[in-house]
C-alpha cells in the first residue's frame, strides 16, 4: 500500500463511485487455496466464482435460501484471513455468518477452515462490501456489521478511500436492525478518531462507550495478522462499539 496511482480525475457522481477502499492485488494464492475455491465456493460462496481478476458486483441474494434456514444475519467486511469469521461462527451456530473479503488467497483460505471445522452457517462473498451496502443489502436484516483493522490508508491524499465514511455508515445503519451492533477496531490512532467522527454523523448510531469513545476490547475478538503486525510496530489498538437505536 505505499506508492500508488493517483485516481483519474472524473466528476461528481462518477468519481464517488469510483473510490474503492481495496486495490486489487491477487498476491500468491497457493495450490491448497485455489483448490479450495474451486472445489467448496459452489457450497460457501454468494455471487459469482471470483477470477482473481474482476471484482463482481453482487446479484440480489435471498440469505434465507442462501443458508437454506432463517437466523439473525452478521456481516464481516475485509475478513483478511478469517481468523475472527471462522472463530465467530463456531461460537455462534445460532447465527448465519457473512463474510466480505476482496482478497482471494484470504477466501480460499477460510473456505478452507469452515470446511475443517464443519460450518454450516457460513457465506463468503468476494466483492466490495461497500457497494454491497450501498446496492445490495437487506434493510435492517443484520444484528451485527463487524469492521476489524480496515485498510488505514495513512497519506493524506488516500483518506478518502477509507471505507469508514460518512456515506458508508448511513449504508450500514439501514442495513442493521434495531438493536444491532457497529463493531470495529483500528491500530491507527488517527483512523479512530475518524471513525468516532464520521459515525456521530449518524443519528441511528449511538456509541456504547461511557465516554463516547472507545469500548474496552472485546474478549472474544481473536488476535489477527494485522493486530499482531500493529502491535509490534508499538500501535494501540482501539475498539468501537455502536448500536443502532
Ligand atoms: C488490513 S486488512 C484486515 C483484515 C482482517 N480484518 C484482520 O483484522 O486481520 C483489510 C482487509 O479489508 C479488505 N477490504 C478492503 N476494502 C474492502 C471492501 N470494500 N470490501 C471487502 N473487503 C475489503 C482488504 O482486502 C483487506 O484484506
Known sequence: ????????V???DR?????RSFVRREGRIT?????????????????????????HPLPLIDFDAAF?????????????????????AARHPDINHIGAEVHRPGVGRVLLEV???????VRVMCSDAAEFLRAAAPQGAFCEVVIQFPDPWHKTRH????????????????????GGRLKLATDWAPYAEHMLEAIASEPRLRNLSPDGRFVPRPEDRPLTRFENRGLRLGHEVADLEFVRV
Request: glycine residues 10%; aromatic residues 4%; without cysteine.
Open 1 to 8: 500500500m505505499s506508492e500508488l496511482p493517483e485516481l483519474p
Open 10 to 12: 472524473l466528476d461528481g
Open 15 to 19: 468519481r464517488a463511485r469510483a473510490i
Open 31 to 55: 495450490d491448497a487455496q485455489a483448490d479450495a475455491l474451486a472445489r467448496l465456493w459452489p457450497l460457501y460462496g454468494l455471487g459469482p466464482m471470483p477470477d482473481g481478476e474482476h471484482v
Open 68 to 88: 437454506g434456514r432463517a437466523a439473525p444475519l452478521s456481516l464481516e467486511i475485509g475478513f483478511g484471513n478469517g481468523e475472527r469469521l471462522a472463530q465467530a
Open 115 to 121: 470446511e475443517k471445522l464443519g460450518l454450516s452457517n
Open 159 to 178: 483518506h478518502k478511500r477509507r471505507i469508514v465514511q460518512p456515506a458508508f455508515v448511513a449504508t450500514v445503519a439501514d442495513a442493521l436492525a434495531i
